[in-house]
């Protein structure tokens, strides 16, 4: 009895061993420290999510440079989707994002440079639509989109002292 325990406990501290050193075995794990992350479209929209209310409440507090930065890290957003997900389940996301929302895009770029809150306010509404269109043309249409009525944060301020 006392010999089978004895054996099946070098069994076993064999197979760790040859296990540990086996090559193959180095080889599909050493890979994992420097696999590439390629971000899901989910993981890319939440933050695009978040920039949208907060590109909304800069606008609305004329915060203008506030605004240009968070329009620019939504184009990064974006421009992320099309290199990560260029088509994401036989939907070419990189072409919607050149037609659909680029434009968009560009005209609340050009109401923040011209520092218009009207402008600002129909470009926005207009990207907001935009956001709501690829949806549809994606199969998300149940993703519905709109103008924010709450910062979505309390601890930043939007207002320019
Ligand atoms: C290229 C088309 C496209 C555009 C443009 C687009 N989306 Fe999306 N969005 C998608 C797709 C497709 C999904 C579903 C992704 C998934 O399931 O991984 C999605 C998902 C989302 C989600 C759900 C994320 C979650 O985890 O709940 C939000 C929120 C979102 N989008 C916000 C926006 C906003 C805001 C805009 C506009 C500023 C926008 N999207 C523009 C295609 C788009």
């Known amino acids: 009895m006392k010999n089978t325990h004895i054996t099946a406990i070098l069994l076993l501290t064999m197979s760790l061993v040859s296990a540990h050193a086996d090559p193959q075995d180095e080889a599909t794990k050493a890979p994992l420290a420097n696999e590439a992350y390629t971000p899901g479209l ?13 590109l909304w409440f800069a606008g609305a507090n004329k915060n203008w440079a506030l605004a240009a930065y968070e329009l620019d890290e939504i184009k990064e957003g974006f421009g992320d989707a099309a290199r990560f997900q260029p088509d994401f389940k036989g939907r070419p996301v990189a072409k919607m994002v050149e037609g659909i929302i680029e434009p968009k895009l560009a005209v609340v770029e050009k109401a923040i440079v011209a520092k218009s809150q009207q402008q600002f306010t129909r470009a926005f509404n ?10 549809q043309s994606a199969g998300y249409g149940f993703i519905s989109i709109q103008r924010p009525t709450q910062p979505p944060y309390s601890n930043q301020r939007f207002k320019v002292e």
């Open 42 to 54: 989910g993981d890319i929209m939440g933050p695009i999510q978040m920039r949208h209310a907060k």
């Open 126 to 135: 207009q990207l907001t639509k935009a956001c709501n269109a690829c949806h």
